[in-house]
């Protein structure tokens, strides 16, 4: 059937758990400081965002054509997006398993939320830090605890040296210094 004769809809795709996840695996370890963040943006999307918009849709739907009414379509459009977020959120909450990485502190091996220090074959050094999908920030030196590194990384000790695959080869990562935080905020 011709493209021409299907029917446009409004609605979007669903987002995915995430792109990130391992397909068949449903965990979502995440800190406590990260789980505090998806909440502090769930309520600030039900609580301030969406009703601020619902307010504007039925201000604009009250002036008569809404085929031209740009507030109306952009904040149908908005709601939307709002709507989709709050679900996604919500499944990620439900699925997060919050990691105490505190109780490690003083451990000399790698587990989720340990910050390690290390040195690769090329002897060039980097410190990065263990946390969930839903959190890491790549300018701040964390990584997944599913990315790659993470994964060599996982379970080493300080001393001993882990092999990475890359697309250039084998890397060799020697583990200099583990660290945990001292307690969660």
Known sequence: MSKAFTRET???????????????DTRNYITSAGYARLRDELLQLMDVERPKIVETVHWAAKNGDRSE??????????LREIDRRIRFLTSRMEAAEIVNAAIHAGNQQIFFGATVHYVDDQGAEAVVTIKGIDEVDTR???????????RALLKARVGDEVQLATPSGTRYLEILDVTYPDSEQ
């Open 69 to 78: 009414n740009g507030d109306y379509l952009y904040g149908k459009k908005r």
């Open 10 to 24: 409004d609605e979007e795709p669903v987002e995915p758990l995430s792109s990130a996840t391992p397909l068949g």
């Open 140 to 150: 701040h030196g964390e990584i997944s605890w599913i990315s790659p590194v993470a």
